[in-house]
């Protein structure tokens, strides 16, 4: 099968963001035998004018989409946060192919007004819509259509780290790109109190807008020497848009597959219902600050115990969650009567 990925950013941030979904989601189908095409819909948008502007290259990335469709003759095309390409394209890419499977996928929480209104724009006219956050919520966004939960996917090649068997002089890591810009962000809550409860222990900032973030091999190589990692999703955008318990239903950031995939101790609150994913063998749950500030100086204290529970996470996410069942799953949502393989996550349809 030809299968087209459009999405990604690869020269904006040159190649700190390797270990992205589409990355990781095109090595699965093309380890399943699969040929794959990628199209960096931001990128071409940006190159398609002189003044490098994405808003101005919108029309010529489209017409750039359309012609390499006509040459590769794609079986699958799978949308990932492509924003530059236009609903009437769609249209086109059927013309072209008319037997064409289209699908898009998010890995952005559906209380973000911004995420459901840009889903919303394709998913009437696509085969099935996949989305990192499980439950009835998906029928926000399904525009009539199929909707499907996917988990955050791992790769052997990408996630290439066993913390829980290495020598590691990081106790405790946290990365994101930055706070909630409105303030107040929970989770900045949550890091301030420990450093301020657990001065002795060794954790560095990497919060963008702060201190430039932790990006690219570097991200990697600090996670597969740290000890224990923070598993803090957005639940909130600005003081008005709070997430719902549906909102965050097996919901997190792709951080969960970048912790568990490279061996590290991962925290992670329970409200997110990440325990019908992992059990309480392969992550740890906490209930509030004070809970998570007890487990974490009791793991840092337990060095046995830690690593066997990252141990299992790792092999959780590597055996359940890899980067070709992702792929064979999508291929069986959009291809087959049937599932070909016990997937563990949430696999209803939600129109």
């Known amino acids: ?3 087209m990925i459009v999405g990604g950013t690869q020269l904006k941030y040159s190649a700190t963001r390797f270990y992205d979904y589409a990355n990781k989601l095109g090595n699965g189908f093309i380890r399943n035998d699969h040929t794959v095409l990628r199209f960096f819909d931001r990128d071409i948008a940006r ?4 003044f490098r502007s994405r808003k101005m290259g919108v029309t010529g990335a489209n017409r750039s989409l359309l012609e390499q469709a006509h040459s590769f003759r794609p079986d699958l095309v799978i949308f990932i946060h492509a924003d530059v390409i236009m609903p009437e394209t769609l249209n086109r890419l059927r013309e072209i192919r008319p037997n064409v499977k289209l699908a898009q996928l998010s890995i952005d929480p559906l209380f973000i007004p911004g995420t459901v209104l840009r889903l919303n724009k394709k998913s009437a006219l696509l085969d099935a819509t996949f989305i990192t956050t499980a439950g009835r919520g998906l029928s926000r966004i399904s525009g009539g259509q199929a909707a499907y939960y996917i988990p955050n996917i791992v790769d052997p090649s990408i996630e290439t780290g066993r913390a829980f068997e ?12 930055s706070f ?10 949550t890091v301030d109190l ?7 222990i060794e954790f560095p900032e990497h919060v963008s807008f702060e201190t430039g973030g932790l990006w690219g091999a570097d991200y990697v190589e600090t996670l ?8 803090l999703s957005r639940e909130r955008e600005g003081p008005e848009n709070l997430a719902t318990s549906d909102d965050l239903y097996v919901y997190s950031s792709d951080r969960v597959s970048h912790l568990t995939g490279n061996g590290v101790l991962t925290f992670t609150h329970r409200k997110y219902k990440i325990d019908k994913l992992y ?5 740890v749950y906490f209930d509030d600050d004070e809970d998570l500030i007890d487990k974490i100086a009791y793991y840092l204290e337990n060095h046995e115990m830690r690593r066997k529970i990252a141990k299992k996470g790792w092999e959780k996410a590597h055996n359940h969650f890899n980067e070709r069942l992702g792929a064979q799953y999508i291929t069986d949502i959009l291809y087959k009567n049937k599932l070909s393989y016990p997937y563990i996550w949430p696999t209803e349809k939600i129109v």
Do not use: H, Y
Request: with cysteine; net charge positive.
């Open 194 to 200: 420990i450093r301020k409860r657990l001065p002795q």
């Open 166 to 177: 290495a020598d590691c002089d990081v106790d405790l890591i946290f990365a994101c790109g």
């Open 224 to 231: 597969s020497r740290s000890k224990c990692g923070l598993n």
């Open 1 to 3: 099968m030809r299968v």
């Open 47 to 50: 190159l398609n004018n002189f």
């Open 180 to 189: 909630d810009k409105f303030g107040k962000d929970p989770r900045k809550t």
């Open 279 to 283: 059990g309480d063998d392969e992550m």
